[in-house]
């Protein structure tokens, strides 16, 4: 209790927390401050995509850590190096700016957009970028700006202007709008998280893909949660078969820890020069480490459990009575429920199983290598808090 009595005295009231105070994980499990056992499907909203405190991510960020924590941008540090190199070689991207987290991901994407259309007509009329309706790009104002969802454009203006907004598997319009305006870049999530776990039609992103190229827009994908082999791939877009331009990525990058990537293509690789961003934090070593060691570890054979995994819940859930729908990729799973979701979601931590909502839905983010008996129990105690 003085922890939440604490938390409400002293802590921006800015988040609508759960009534748990966990202590400690290991892997897919959390313990409560009263020593209560839970499964974790939400991993801290798709971070620790490895479980919580995986040995051989402890030991390459505690190794990081004693060695040398921190050094700043100025000079150079092998594990920022080494995380670009593997980077660009696993996705086919050209250069990597590191920041701390997916909004600023994304604000180094919008930027880079920005600068890569000034460079070509030396003036900012093509600042233009369509985003989707429905998206969630970030909480800083101008990523606040980029989000398509009215709710978030109140109380905070004057937002950043340059922003148009187009229908999530509408191709035409998408088309209109980059009739209508001189734009840089299309940017959109593959599937939209915070947006209720919607993935977009392959026809649709091919379109996008197709228009961008016609049209000398970039193709910036989020996949700040879909990323980082959440999805079945080790980023999203690898499912659908497109080649983005720029990528940017975060939550589950570092296995636990703050850090932000943006992936920049062959066309942006040289966009942002010295001076034109950076980052205090960015890249910092301990967090490069523990990215490393993740990285390390999403290989194909992990990929593939995702993939199972993801089949065997999405059976298990869309015959269950109470299911209106089950939606997503991999193992990003939103499950449309007759009942609200935040019930259910109550229900189940009550009963030792940690999910999460999005929009109307039930969300699912397990740890990809959550281990087959405690999926199969967690779905299970979900499943009969859904049908009761
Ligand atoms: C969570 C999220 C963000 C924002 O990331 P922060 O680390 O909270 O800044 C941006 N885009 C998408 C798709 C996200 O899911």
Known sequence: MQIQQLDKEYIAGTYKRADVVFTKGKGSLL???N????????????VNGLGVADDGWVEAVTAQLTR?????????TSPQAELAQTLCARTGMKKVFFGNSGAEANEAAIKCARKYAFDIYGDASH???????NSFHGRTVTTLAATGQDVFHTKFEPFTPGFVYATANDLDSVKRLSEENDCCAV???????????????EDFVHGVEALCREKNMLLVIDEVQTGNGRCGALYAYMRYGIQ?????????LAGGLPMGATLLGE????TLDAGSHGSTFGGNPVCAAGALYVLSQIDEALLQSV???????????QNTKGVKSVSGLGLMLGIETEKPAGEIVNACREKGVVCLTAKTKVRLLPALNIPMEQLEKAIAILKEVIEQ
């Open 31 to 33: 313990w409560d401050e």
């Open 35 to 46: 020593g209560k056992e839970y499964i974790d499907l939400g991993t801290g909203i798709a």
């Open 68 to 76: 040398l924590p921190h050094a700043s941008n100025l000079y150079f």
């Open 127 to 133: 600042s233009t970028i369509i985003t989707l309706k």
């Open 187 to 201: 940017m959109m999530e593959l599937v939209q998280g915070e947006g209720g776990v919607c993935s977009l039609d």
């Open 244 to 252: 983005p331009d720029i990528v940017s990525t975060a939550k589950g």
């Open 267 to 270: 066309k942006v690789q040289n």
């Open 307 to 317: 993939r199972e995994k993801s089949a065997y819940i999405c059976e298990t859930l």
